[in-house]
């Protein structure tokens, strides 16, 4: 099993990044998908969702500027985050969860400076 994030670096206040994560390794189809965010001396937190049928759950934090979306055919999961702020700083992580499995990526760093 794998999951590979990319898309993470530097933005400034109010830019936009895309995270993607690529799996394999399991029934993507399957999964729900979600992505956690940690910043420093600070909890792993859920950012968003997606569940195998396309519904979404987000954070109050992030709502109206993160959207999460999949491509099945791709098996990949994205994150659009767009009017980045300086809370938004963080290791971001994607999670695959189902069938009483969890999975986990390594992180791609975001990080908001202006």
């Known amino acids: 099993v794998q999951l590979v994030e990319s898309g993470g670096g530097l933005v400034q206040p109010g830019g936009s990044l895309r995270l993607s994560c690529a799996a394999s390794g399991f029934t993507f189809d399957w999964y729900t998908m979600r992505w956690f965010r940690q910043a420093p001396r600070k909890e792993r937190e859920l950012v968003a969702s997606?569940?195998?049928?396309?519904?979404?759950v987000y954070a109050d934090s992030v709502k109206d500027r993160f959207t999460i979306s999949r491509d099945n055919a791709k098996n990949t999961v994205y994150l659009q985050m767009n009017n980045l702020k300086f809370d938004d700083k963080a290791v971001y992580y994607c999670n695959a969860y189902g069938l009483s499995n969890a999975y986990w990526g390594q992180g791609t760093q975001v990080t908001v400076s202006s």
């Open positions: 997606i569940s195998s049928s396309g519904g979404t």
